[in-house]
Each structure stands twice: as structure tokens, then as C-alpha cells.
């Protein structure tokens, strides 16, 4: 099972970036799919969530700046971020769980700054 971010980098405040994760070993379209992320010092907080249907779930700090979407045929989950704040600096993380067992990606580093 692989789970591989890409996108991350360097943006400004008010910018944007967009998130990719690859996900290879299981059924993708079977998976429900989300985006944590993990500031310095900080805990890791659930960004938003993907059903298998489309339906999405979004923490409140990024509600109206990001967007979730998925392509199964891609075996591909996004993260559109618009209107970045520095307190969205974080690692980025994929994640599904099957059979109760969690599995992430390595994370990709969004930083934000002037």
C-alpha cells in the first residue's frame, strides 16, 4: 500500500496551492479519503474528508478556502487550498483507514509566508 503527497511548497498569504495524493494497493474508489495536516508543535488535525459518493467534511479553519475532490479513475484525492494564511503552515497528510488499521502518506510541507 502506498499513499504518495505532492504539491506542497512555498506561497504567499492570500495565495494558493493544490494537493495531490496518489494511492496505490486497495480499491481507491472504495476508500474514504482524507487530508490531515501537522503544524510544529501542534497535533494532527483532520483538514477534510472524502466519501466514496463525493461528499465532503471540512474542519472549520479551512471552511470556504479548501476544497476536496477526488478522481477515482486516477486513484487520486486533491486538496485545493485558496486564501492561505501562515496558520496553514503544516505537513500535509493523506489517510484512509481499512479494517481499523490507519495508513498515511510520508506528507508533503506547505509553508506559508512572506
Known amino acids: 500500500v502506498q499513499l504518495v503527497e505532492s504539491g506542497g511548497g512555498l506561497v504567499q498569504p492570500g495565495g494558493s496551492l493544490r494537493l495531490s495524493c496518489v494511492v496505490s494497493?486497495?480499491?481507491?474508489?472504495?476508500?474514504?479519503m482524507y487530508w490531515y495536516r501537522q503544524a510544529p508543535g501542534q497535533q494532527r488535525e483532520s483538514v477534510a474528508g472524502?466519501?466514496?459518493?463525493?461528499?465532503?467534511t471540512y474542519g472549520d479553519s479551512v471552511k470556504g478556502r479548501f476544497t476536496i475532490s477526488r478522481d477515482n479513475a486516477k486513484n487520486t484525492v486533491y486538496l485545493q487550498m485558496n486564501s492561505l494564511k501562515p496558520e496553514d503552515t503544516a505537513v500535509y497528510y493523506c489517510?484512509?483507514?481499512?479494517?481499523?488499521?490507519?495508513?498515511w502518506g510520508k506528507g508533503t510541507l506547505v509553508t506559508v509566508s512572506s
Open positions: 489517510h484512509f483507514n481499512r479494517a481499523g488499521i490507519n495508513y
Open positions: 472524502i466519501a466514496t459518493g463525493g461528499t465532503t
Open positions: 494497493g486497495f480499491t481507491f474508489s472504495s476508500l474514504y
